[in-house]
């Protein structure tokens, strides 16, 4: 990892800047290096001052509850904005739609529609991460998509200038969203369909009771790894393979969900990565299908000495 030293504005911050942070305790496979440094902001505003105070030149990634996400062992030699947890703004905004801001949990939002008397959120309880994150990919979950809610969405520029933009602004499609480079997701206006609030509340807990079911939960994984190929599902492929169980260091695909790798305690980034590829290379080999990864990497793998 690049050892420069950290890319500090010169405002006063009313965040927390943490230099040399190590991520692996933001993510939900729990591997990773360090970041240069990591911002924690205090709100909208102060991240918007704090965005535009960085060199254009300086990496930036935005990190929400580190699920579909892997951060290689050399660390990210950039700036992290943490969002879970303090873009936390959600309120209803009139009869039909809410107000949500990147870094509330798509579970938290399901629910509170659902308190709201509003449904139409509810796929929503079945995507382990952050509203802004669901935004990056059009995350879905028991046959909903993201973006089919969606109304508009607040973006932060690399100057630190807010604008709402319409769905319009973006190609939308499967786990992919397309849009003007170099802004941010901050916040979503959503859609949602009055009343049925009981009923919908009720379809959260069943979507969790059947994520429970089918799911390896309460163990370190990243979510699904896999896009599902067209007419066709990244699990069938990969179980078809006799792939569940196979194992590369401590990273091992589970036995209850194929599409799933779990970190059973001592795996490194680059194990994870190492199955990642045999997963990929195994399915082509038998199916001729090549799978395309749904998680993100980022940074780089750890220097030879690191390894030893």
Same mark, same amino acid.
């Given at each position: 990892m690049n050892a420069q030293s950290p890319s500090v504005p010169s405002y006063r911050l009313r965040g927390e800047l943490l230099p040399g942070e190590l991520l692996a305790q933001y993510t939900t496979w729990g591997v990773g290096g360090a970041a240069r440094q990591l911002y924690r902001p205090a709100d909208i505003d102060d991240l918007a001052a704090f965005v535009a105070g960085? #060199? $254009? =030149? %300086? #990496?930036?990634?935005?990190?929400?509850?580190g699920s579909n996400l892997l951060v290689r062992d050399g660390g990210f030699a950039g700036t992290v904005v943490l969002t879970a947890g303090l873009l936390s703004g959600l309120e209803v905004m009139d009869e039909n739609r809410i107000y949500a801001e990147a870094g509330v949990a798509c579970p938290k939002v399901a629910r509170f529609s659902g308190r709201q008397n509003l449904h139409g959120a509810e796929f929503l309880a079945g995507i382990p991460g952050t509203l802004g994150g669901a935004l990056m990919m059009n995350a879905g979950a028991f046959g909903g998509e993201t973006w089919d809610i969606v109304q508009r969405v607040e973006t932060l520029s690399r100057a630190g200038r807010r604008q709402w933009r319409s769905p319009a602004d973006y190609r939308v499609g499967y786990r992919s969203v397309k849009g003007p480079a170099e802004e941010y997701f901050i916040a979503a206006e959503l859609g949602?369909?009055?009343?049925?609030?009981? *009923?919908?509340? %009720?379809? $959260?807990?069943?979507?969790?009771?059947?994520?429970?079911? /089918? @799911?390896?939960?309460?163990?370190?994984?990243?979510g699904s790894v896999f896009r599902n190929p067209p007419g066709d599902y990244a699990a069938r492929l990969i179980e078809a393979c006799e792939l569940k169980g196979e194992r590369i260091g401590g990273?091992?695909?589970? &036995?209850?969900?194929?599409?799933?790798? !779990?970190? @059973?305690? *001592?795996?490194?980034?680059? &194990? !994870?990565?190492?199955?990642?590829?045999? $997963?990929?290379? /195994?399915? @082509?080999?038998?199916?001729?299908? =090549?799978?395309? /990864? %749904?998680?993100?990497?980022?940074?780089? #793998?750890? &220097?030879?000495?690191?390894? /030893?």
């Open positions: 960085l #060199p $254009v =030149s %300086e #990496p930036l990634f935005w990190l929400g509850l949602l369909k009055s009343g049925a609030g009981e *009923q919908a509340l %009720e379809r $959260v807990k069943a979507l969790l009771r059947r994520r429970n079911e /089918t @799911q390896p939960t309460g163990l370190r994984s990243c990273a091992v695909v589970s &036995d209850k969900h194929a599409n799933f790798i !779990i970190n @059973q305690g *001592q795996a490194s980034a680059s &194990d !994870i990565e190492a199955l990642i590829q045999h $997963v990929v290379e /195994t399915v @082509q080999v038998r199916f001729g299908v =090549s799978l395309q /990864t %749904e998680v993100r990497m980022i940074g780089e #793998p750890a &220097d030879e000495g690191e390894r /030893t």
